[in-house]
């Protein structure tokens, strides 16, 4: 099951496999943060002897998110196995990872990738009957919401020109056809730039990834080889290079990083030092909003 497939309804979230908000035991009297800009942080260096400042750096800091619950009507029999759900749900681990939280509003669900950090389990008067009120909050150490379903697309690299004329000559002449694949289009249907991830599969040597329309690039080593049935991995938003999950960024020779542009598209040239016919380049990326 993929995230944020339990929703069905606006008002709903799913959490670790478990529906929260409407249709669940746990009906939502608030959320906070989710449409919310996040705190901004801003390097704004003052004007020495004057008012005010340069204009510097505005980015946002992380989302925090606050769901106010309220549970009541539940059968008494079943009042404590819903609390204990509550509780597990939200209970840490050792080195808790952020795991994705899904929210749908106005017909849309999104999706951002979190940690619980707080759980309130209000114990007051009604508690002994069924009734109680609390908050969950999460913190997601990147301030953007993401599509639920994934993007992609792929290349294989760009196969070598046909032979041009061939001799003696006889008309009509036909030439090469020239260099066929090698590029792919990522589109970024969201307010926000999405940072994609690369994935090359092997037979390939010295990958490079290009963005065609800036000229930023992505250019290892001439010389490194990713063999048949290796992945490498590059993550551009956490700037991580993993070939089978092992480290490779000082591989990565020229680092012209580059995000899908907000309501906006790349271009992608996928080339290398060699041609392989079975080489591919995967571009994985989610629309993104603010």
Not at 16 to 22: E, V, Y
Not at 36 to 58: I, K, S, T, V, W
Not at 104 to 112: F, I, M, P, Q, Y
Request: glycine letters at 12%; charged letters at 20%.
């Amino acid at each position: 099951m993929s995230a944020g497939d339990l929703i069905t309804a606006d008002g709903q979230l799913e959490w670790r496999g478990t529906l929260l908000g409407s249709g669940s035991p746990f009906r939502m009297t608030k959320l906070d943060g989710w449409l919310d800009l996040p705190e901004m942080r801003a390097d704004n260096p003052d004007r020495p002897g004057r008012h005010g400042g340069f204009q510097g750096n505005q980015l946002a800091g992380q989302r925090t998110v606050t769901l106010s619950y309220l549970v009541k009507g539940v059968p008494a029999a079943d009042f404590g196995a819903v609390v204990t759900t509550l509780r597990k749900i939200t209970a840490p681990s050792e080195r808790p990872l952020e795991e994705p939280l899904v929210v749908r509003l106005d017909g849309e669900s999104w999706l951002a990738n979190a940690r619980c950090v707080r759980r309130t389990i209000n114990v007051e008067k009604y508690y002994a009957l069924g009734y109680t009120t609390g908050a969950i909050q999460w913190q997601a150490t990147d301030p953007r919401l993401y599509s639920v379903a994934e993007q992609r697309d792929v290349t294989a690299l760009p196969s070598p020109p046909a032979d041009g004329l061939p001799y003696p000559l006889t008309f009509p002449l036909v030439f090469g056809t020239g260099k066929q694949g090698g590029r792919l289009r990522a589109v970024n249907a969201g307010g926000a730039a999405s940072w994609p991830v690369w994935e090359v599969r092997g037979p390939v040597t010295g990958p490079v990834i290009a963005n065609r329309d800036t000229g930023e690039r992505l250019v290892f080593d001439g010389t490194f080889t990713i063999q048949r049935g290796q992945t490498l991995t590059i993550d551009t938003d956490t700037r991580t290079v993993l070939l089978n999950g092992v480290n490779q960024s000082d591989k990565l020779l020229t680092r012209g990083w580059f995000p899908i542009p907000a309501n906006g598209a790349v271009q992608v040239d996928f080339t290398a030092a060699s041609y392989d016919p079975n080489a591919s380049l995967t571009g994985r990326w989610r629309h993104a909003i603010i």
